[in-house]
């Protein structure tokens, strides 16, 4: 049973009301020392408790004090200690991208959703995707790509209309958004343990920018994307309301 629990709350006015309730009541110690972190507010706010506590033990509990909440719990003051102890554990692994801009900088960043590229300016992006040193596509004309895990699937990619993937499917889906040529390209599943590499071209007419979880570097000019097995993320969700369910209730909405 948890006992040592530590609040995360967003900036909003839901949010920091819950903090404030739920403290008094059940105490809040250091993310450091606690048994488990309940993240308060919406799957951004959830997402980056996830990415910010990755190094420490706790598993994570999210309420939802946001919007969508995904990835969230309901919200509930009463009977927290019992539900925690209830909660079943989800475990999933970040993507890693590599993102090396045309001035031959890189950035690396984690994405528990998604990593996409989107072009900068009004033409449209011109990629080309290889996947483990294959090339797949010599060249992709589209708003942007992206590579999503089963977590992430339901997000941005399901809007790009991306296949919903379930939890434990072993899959990335790969992702165009408005693609213009070819223009029936739908995207891939791909298994996990691939890397996939986009060469942006043209790169100066058509800049491009990378983006892992809200982490955003311009003007790339190369995105190396894979499954980084040495994180691992631990969510708590009520029974009968994990992320399978969510993925599976997903699809019929």
């Not at 298994?191 to 003007?219: C, H, I, Q, W, Y």
């Not at 190396?224 to 994180?231: H, K, N, S």
Request: with cysteine; proline share 5%; net charge negative.
């Amino acid at each position: 049973m948890y006992r040592k629990i530590a609040f995360s709350a967003s900036r909003s006015d839901q949010a920091q009301a819950a903090i404030a309730a739920l403290s008094r009541r059940y105490g809040d110690v250091p993310e450091a020392e606690a048994e488990v972190i309940v993240a308060l507010g919406g799957d951004g706010h959830m997402l980056r408790t996830l990415h910010r506590t990755q190094s420490l033990p706790a598993p994570v509990y999210g309420m939802n004090c946001g919007t969508i909440g995904f990835l969230m719990n309901e919200y509930d003051e009463d009977g927290l200690i019992a539900r925690l102890a209830a909660a079943e554990r989800e475990t999933i692994n970040p993507l890693s991208m590599v993102a090396t801009r045309a001035d031959g900088s890189v950035e690396r960043h984690l994405a528990i959703n998604e990593v996409s590229l989107l072009r900068q300016g009004p033409q449209a992006a011109k990629l080309s995707i290889r996947v483990d040193g294959r090339t797949r596509m010599q060249e992709l004309v589209c708003d942007g790509a992206l590579v999503a895990t089963p977590a992430g699937s339901t997000a941005y990619n399901y809007s790009a209309h991306g296949p919903i993937l379930p939890i434990g499917a072993d899959v990335l889906a790969l992702t165009a958004m408005s693609a213009f040529r070819p223009r029936r390209w739908r995207g891939a599943l791909l298994p996990e343990t691939v890397t996939v590499r986009f060469e942006v071209l043209e790169a100066e007419k058509r800049p491009v920018m990378a983006d892992a979880d809200g982490n955003s570097v311009r003007d790339v000019a190369t995105v190396e994307v894979r499954t980084e097995p040495a994180v691992s993320h631990a969510i708590l969700f009520d029974p009968g309301h994990g992320l399978q369910e969510r993925l599976i209730r997903e699809q019929f909405v």
